[in-house]
Structures are given as C-alpha cells and as structure tokens.
C-alpha cells in the first residue's frame, strides 16, 4: 500500500468524529466556552459593574479622577505582588512568602543605604537581588527536592519575616530621611497629574509590569511552558519541557517582583517599615482567585489578576465613601472568592 | 507481514541488559532487546510485566539502573525525554501526555516551538503546519483552535501521533496506541504503521492484543514478572504459542 492508497483509506475512517464539531450548543454552553477561552471576562464585567453601582450611589464622589486614581495606588502594592502570585497559581503551586520577600527586599534596600552607606543604586539592587534569591530557594526546593509549594513557601515566610525582624532589629527608616539623603528609595512614590488623576510611577509600573507578563505568558515559549507545566507536570516533562528549570525560573522571578513591590512599598508608604505589608501574601492570593486564574493550574490571565485586584480595590474605597463598617468589605470580598472558584469549576467542566 | 528484515548489519536500536527497580521491586531484570530499521517489534505481557518501564528507559521517561543502550551501534546516554529526542526516537505514551488547555499546534510543538526571528512564538507556522499533518493523518480534525480537552478520544490520539510524526522520526515508541480507539480509528493507527515501517523507521509497539501484534508486528518480545520471556518471529509461532508466553512465560521450543 503506498501513501495515496493510505490517504484514502484514511479520509473514509472517522465520520463521527466530524459531526461531534459541529454538533449544536445551547447559548449557555457557548458562553461556557467563551468564559473558557477568556478567564479574564468575568472579573472584567465584575470590575466593570461594581464600579457603575458605586458611581450610582455616590456619584461625583466615587466617580471622580482623584477618587478613581485613588484605587489605583491603594491596590498597587497587590497589584505587582499578585503578578508574581499570578505566576506561581499559573504552575499549580502557590507562594505564601511573596509579601515576606517583599518586606525584606525593601529592609534590605533601606537597611544597605543607611547602615552601611551604600549608594541608593547599589542598594536597591541588593533589596531585588535578595528578593530574587529567596525565590529562587522556593523554585529550587519545589522543582528538585520535590516538596509541596505550600509546605515550601510555608516555611519561607517564616523564616523571611524572622529574618526581616532580627535584621532589621525592628527599626522604621523614617520617611524625611528617606527623602533626604536617598530619594531613589521613593522612586515609586513620585507622581504624575493629569487633570484630578494622579499616576503614581507605583501604578504606572504595575499596569506596564501585567501588561508585560501577559504579552511574555502568550507569545513566547517559556509562557506556553508555564501553562503546559501548571496544566500537567508529567505530560510538559515527556513533552521535552525542562519543567525543574521552568519552576525555578517562575519562582525566582515571582521573588524579583516582589522586591520591586518592596521598592514600590518604600514609595508608597515613604518609610521603610519591617511591620508592613503583613496583609499582603492574603491580599494577592485573593486578587488571583477573583481575577479567574485556577488554583489548580494551567489556565487563567494576568490581566484577570489586575481585574481581581481592582475589585477589591472598588469594593473597599466604595463601601468607605458610603460609610459603611470596614468589615462588609471583607465579607463581600469573601462572597467574592467563593464565588469566583465556582465559576472556575463551572467553566472546567466545559469540554467534559 | 514481516516480509524481510534485514538484520545483518547494526541494529537501529539495541537495548542491552537493563534493568530497573522501584524500591525493592525489579520492574525490569537483565531484559536485552533489539529493533531493526524498519521492523516492528511487539513488547506483550501482562499489566506489570515491565514493558511499559523497558520502553521509559529508551524514552528517557525512566532513568535505567544498569544496562546500555546503543543506537545505530553508538551508545547512547538517554536521562531525559529531551535526549531520547536527540535520538529521533519519538513515543506516542499511553496516558498522550498532552497540555489540557492548549491548542493542537501548541501540543504539537511544546519543547520545540516555532519562533519568529525576535523569539516570539510563531502560532501562524505553527498552525500551520499542524494543519498540514493533521490533513494527512485525521482530515477530519477540526477543532485547531480548541483546547485538546475539548477533543474526542480518537482526535486527541492523532495530535500525540501528529506529535511523534512530525518530527522526522527514526525510532518510534508507541505504548498501546489503539487501546482508546474504535475499530476505524484502530485500522488507521493500522495503516499508518504500515506507511512508517516502508520509510524504513523502526517502531516498538506495547499492545494487549495479541492478533493484533500478529498482524503489525515482524517480532514480539514477551515479558512476564520483569523478565524477558523470549523473542520471537510472529510468523513462525501460532496465537496459542504467544498466549502461553505470556501467561506461563514459557518459550515455544522451535522459535528462532
């Protein structure tokens, strides 16, 4: 039998299987599959609607530059942390240490130019090289000691944050200082006005950073490797991706970007505080789970994380503005969560 | 259907006395075989035999604990699936070992993907080219924008085939290849075989089924507790003499 012979019997085999393509969908399951090839739809029409019924409510007051812009630097910290977050869910794992790396990135960076004079550059990139190596113990121990990234990253967070006190000695580097003798350490905090809207560089590096990683995640090969690994482990291995250095490779990164929330932190606040951002390793895990990507891996989008972060970010000053107790906030955020992870598992069921 | 193998000269692939323990468990023991351009040699035996395990080893799936490998007669240092593809050896795995949530080309290339000059991945070529093959191995796939998930049994078969196809194979590992398929499907993996044997690769084929090793395969290498049982020429043994290898793990005394 030569190839012809082989073609023809081939295009007479599998009829069926042509009909299953196209075989009729009800609109519910095409917006099913819509949601499956789009995970940022949903946090983008949640974004979308609460901030039309705050600005219903409140009107001017929410639906100003300042106030909208407001958002924007109140979630800019969580914004750039929950890229790195973002990043880890992608690859079934999680990182609990990330808000840890960040604070001791931002001691580290203060800590080298007051301590030890250090110029503010050589600082800094200290404080991100800090962040990067702690990442990269995470990736190395998830990757070739085979541990769970929770147990690993566990016990990071508690060694960093330890290790952020008794380095630090539990001293805040005070704002004046800062701004006097290192202003590069503020370097995020500096800002841009256009009309009522304010732009911290903080924000601006947030959006540019998502938009970046979701740019990098789409087109090139080490973004399908993420999502390949995240998806499946074993089939990404017998497929020829070098999954260990894929893993490591996310969590040193997910550690350099945390050291840049910790230099954006520093802007942020003016101080370098070992007490702050006690909040965030929740708060990004949160902006990721309502931002639609799967906590079992492999699917998802950075740009749903920006959404999920925003709003909570909507939810917390809107709620402020009407004057309601700070703890509706968390309850709707709650509401939040829960139902994000069930439009996950109702959206995973649409091939089954 | 095993018309004449040459098998004077080197082996395509020569597997030399491996073996291979998952704690204390010998999963394969001294087992030595040997696959010749274009030939198809059966691996059978019982779930557990070890044929699965034998034939990780040569696709870097498994790390052997000793033995030798030599392909084309040079020895070959397989640790990983990259290396064995280094080889051209291709495997079609049991399980597929596709990304759920990626598209046909994107299966079909990762580890390897296309890219534009700067880097970037080329979906264009890469579709592109996926739908060429899938036109000659499936031309009714349809679905190329579709997550594999979203494909049936038979379709997501042909994108691991596609997968080990593509790539100018010489060695193909296929591990049960038609066990998911109905009978159409199965005469394509059928047919497809055959076309792949007369370009002179060599294929090792895992299969439960022993008329069906009978009818694809030049020889069957029977395995039974870790152990190889024996080769044999299919030709010059009945069904029964297969059967019992598998079952007694006792040889028939005239095969070769």
Known sequence: ?352 | MADTIDRSGTPLVEMRDISIAFGGIKAVNHVSVDLFPGEVVGLLGHNGAGKSTLIKCLSGAYRMDAGEIFINGDKAAINNPRDARRYNIETIYQTLALADNLDAASNLFLGRELTTPVGLVDDARMEAETRQIMGRLNPNFQKFSAPVSALSGGQRQSVAIARAVYFNARILIMDEPTAALGPQETRMVADLIDELKRQGLGIFLIDHDVHQVKELCDRAAVMKNGELVGVVDVDSVSVDDILAMIIAGKKPQMAA
């Open chain 1, 1 to 352: 039998m030569n190839p012809q012979d082989y073609e023809a019997a081939a295009s007479t085999s599998p009829t069926e299987i042509a009909s299953f393509a196209g075989r009729e969908q009800t609109p519910l399951q095409r917006f099913q599959h819509l949601l499956h090839q789009n995970p940022a739809l949903v946090p983008l029409i949640v974004l979308v609607l609460s901030v039309a019924v705050f600005g219903v409510l409140l009107g001017s007051k929410f639906f100003s530059p300042f106030a909208l812009t407001l958002i924007l630097q109140q979630v800019q910290i969580v914004g750039i942390v929950g890229c790195a977050q973002a990043l880890v869910i992608m690859t079934a794992g999680i990182d609990l240490s990330v808000g840890a790396i960040m604070v001791l990135s931002s001691v580290v960076m203060g800590q080298f130019t007051f301590r030890y004079g250090l110029p503010p550059e050589v600082a800094v990139a200290c404080g991100l090289l800090c962040g990067t190596l702690c990442g990269f113990i995470n990736g190395f121990l998830v990757a070739k000691m085979k541990l769970p990234p929770f147990i690993v990253t566990l016990g990071m967070w508690q060694i960093v944050l330890a290790t952020n006190f008794l380095y630090s000695a539990n001293e805040t580097i005070r704002s004046q200082e800062i701004e006097a003798n290192a202003p590069l350490l503020q370097f995020f905090g500096n800002k841009i006005e256009i009309g009522g809207a304010i732009f911290t560089y903080g924000v601006i590096f947030m959006v540019l950073l998502t938009l970046l990683l979701a740019y990098v995640l789409r087109q090139t090969a080490w973004g399908r490797h993420v999502y390949a690994v995240g998806d499946d482990k074993e089939a990404a291995e017998l497929s020829g991706v070098e999954v260990d250095r894929v893993l490591i490779s996310v969590y040193a990164l997910a550690g350099l970007i945390c050291a840049f929330a910790g230099w954006a932190l520093i802007g942020r606040i003016g101080s370098v505080s070992p007490t702050s951002g006690q909040l965030t390793n929740i708060e990004s895990i949160t902006a990721v789970v309502i931002g639609g990507i799967s906590l079992f891996g492999g699917r998802g989008s950075i740009l749903g994380m920006l959404f999920g972060a925003l709003i909570v970010g909507v939810f917390t000053l809107g709620l402020r503005l009407m004057g309601a107790d700070a703890q509706w906030t968390y309850l709707l955020i709650g509401l939040l969560i829960i139902a994000a992870v069930t439009v996950d598992q109702w959206i995973r069921k649409v091939s089954v």
